[in-house]
């Protein structure tokens, strides 16, 4: 094994020891899960120390916890490891000719409401090889931005240089509130004015959903005698069904993740929710990267009622009863 040299490139398995390091909490589990001896850990992890210049973990006897700074450092090596394996698998992919790989950057909402019917669309051209990894929105653009993911799934407003939207879509935000709720039975639209009395239960973004929901509040001149905010809109549904308020949340959520004991509700006010699937300028599609732009967006139409699609070609739109673009 190459050790780190004196111009500070980075072994590759000194890079996966950090990252075992810092998921299982100690040197010793680390080497059990690398299947080398404790000592050998020890010593990479020492030399990658060396070689950056800071402390990675502070020591207390045979535990270890991160520095702040190597907190920070965890997240690069992690997207630089996981660019390293999709190298791996795309060479597996031409030498064996079979389909590449698929690799997807996604908010959590988008990956747990929208991927699974959007890859199972493929079907026969779906790849053995599927890689996605949930992040915020702005961790999802500098994904694509570095090339570690084919694809990014996000909320807008996402308009950043360098960035193509390869659909858009839209719809409005929903109420969901528990089951056995006298609001679940009303047989009407969530009026905004139930938040008169009301805890409001919603993501606390300030600059996407949250601030839609305050426009839309302050509108009608209605303040929340409470609050429960979270940061995932699965989080904000967990806590209607519990009982504790109401909760406006994304359409792509309520209806991609249904969760029983719960009754989703339109909104008498509209308040639009956007979400777009993304790529990398300057990233050649291949045919089966070409077919997953269209699978997403046979996945959206089927999974989000009211949903409209925005195709930048020709920037045509669709509905669900207009499925053609």
């Given at each position: 094994?190459?050790?780190?040299?004196n111009?500070?490139?980075?072994d590759?398995?000194?890079?996966?020891?950090?990252?075992?390091?810092?998921?299982?909490g100690?040197?010793?589990?680390?080497?059990?899960s690398?299947?080398?001896g404790?000592?050998?850990?020890t010593?990479?992890?020492?030399?990658?120390?060396a070689?950056?210049?800071f402390?990675?973990?502070?020591?207390?006897?045979?535990?270890?916890?991160?520095t702040?700074?190597?907190l920070?450092?965890?997240?690069?090596?992690?997207?630089i490891?996981?660019?390293?394996?999709?190298?791996?698998?795309?060479?597996e992919?031409?030498?064996t000719?079979?389909i590449?790989?698929?690799?997807?950057?996604?908010t959590?909402?988008?990956?747990?409401?929208?991927?699974?019917?959007?890859?199972?669309?493929l079907?026969?051209e779906l790849?053995?090889?599927?890689?996605?990894?949930t992040m915020?929105?702005?961790?999802?653009?500098?994904?694509l931005?570095?090339?570690?993911?084919?694809?990014?799934?996000?909320?807008d407003?996402i308009?950043?240089?360098?960035?193509?939207?390869h659909?858009?879509c839209?719809?409005?935000l929903?109420?969901?509130v528990?089951?056995?709720?006298p609001l679940a039975?009303?047989?009407?639209?969530?009026?905004?004015?139930?938040f008169?009395?009301?805890?409001?239960?919603?993501?606390?973004?300030?600059?996407?959903?949250?601030?839609?929901?305050?426009?839309?509040?302050?509108?009608?001149?209605?303040?929340?005698?409470s609050e429960?905010?979270t940061?995932?809109?699965?989080?904000a549904?967990?806590a209607?069904?519990?009982?504790?308020?109401?909760?406006?949340?994304?359409?792509?959520?309520?209806?991609?993740?249904?969760?029983?004991?719960?009754k989703?509700?339109?909104?008498?006010?509209?308040?639009?929710?956007?979400?777009?699937?993304?790529s990398?300028?300057d990233?050649?599609?291949s045919?089966?990267?070409?077919?997953?732009?269209?699978?997403y967006?046979?996945a959206?139409?089927?999974?989000?009622?009211?949903?409209?699609?925005?195709?930048?070609?020709?920037?045509a739109?669709?509905?669900?009863?207009?499925?053609?673009?």
């Amino acid at each position: 094994m190459m050790s780190i040299e004196n111009d500070k490139k980075f072994d590759l398995r000194v890079l996966e020891a950090f990252l075992a390091a810092m998921a299982c909490g100690s040197m010793t589990k680390a080497a059990v899960s690398l299947g080398v001896g404790q000592p050998a850990v020890t010593r990479m992890i020492k030399e990658l120390e060396a070689a950056v210049g800071f402390q990675l973990f502070h020591r207390n006897g045979p535990r270890i916890s991160p520095t702040d700074r190597g907190l920070r450092f965890h997240e690069e090596v992690q997207r630089i490891v996981a660019g390293l394996r999709q190298i791996e698998q795309r060479a597996e992919a031409i030498r064996t000719e079979k389909i590449a790989s698929i690799d997807i950057a996604a908010t959590p909402t988008m990956a747990a409401g929208l991927l699974g019917p959007a890859l199972m669309a493929l079907g026969e051209e779906l790849p053995q090889q599927v890689n996605v990894q949930t992040m915020n929105a702005e961790h999802v653009i500098r994904a694509l931005r570095s090339r570690t993911a084919d694809f990014g799934l996000a909320a807008d407003p996402i308009d950043h240089a360098g960035i193509v939207r390869h659909v858009v879509c839209e719809s409005r935000l929903v109420g969901v509130v528990a089951a056995g709720s006298p609001l679940a039975g009303a047989g009407r639209p969530l009026e905004l004015s139930t938040f008169t009395d009301q805890r409001l239960i919603t993501v606390g973004n300030a600059f996407r959903i949250r601030s839609t929901i305050d426009q839309a509040l302050r509108a009608q001149g209605i303040t929340p005698p409470s609050e429960f905010t979270t940061n995932t809109s699965l989080n904000a549904v967990m806590a209607a069904r519990s009982g504790l308020g109401v909760a406006l949340v994304d359409p792509v959520t309520a209806y991609g993740v249904p969760v029983e004991g719960t009754k989703v509700l339109p909104l008498e006010t509209r308040i639009p929710y956007i979400w777009a699937l993304l790529s990398d300028a300057d990233r050649a599609l291949s045919r089966h990267l070409s077919r997953f732009v269209e699978a997403y967006r046979q996945a959206c139409i089927a999974t989000v009622p009211d949903c409209i699609v925005i195709s930048t070609a020709g920037d045509a739109r669709c509905s669900e009863s207009e499925p053609s673009l």
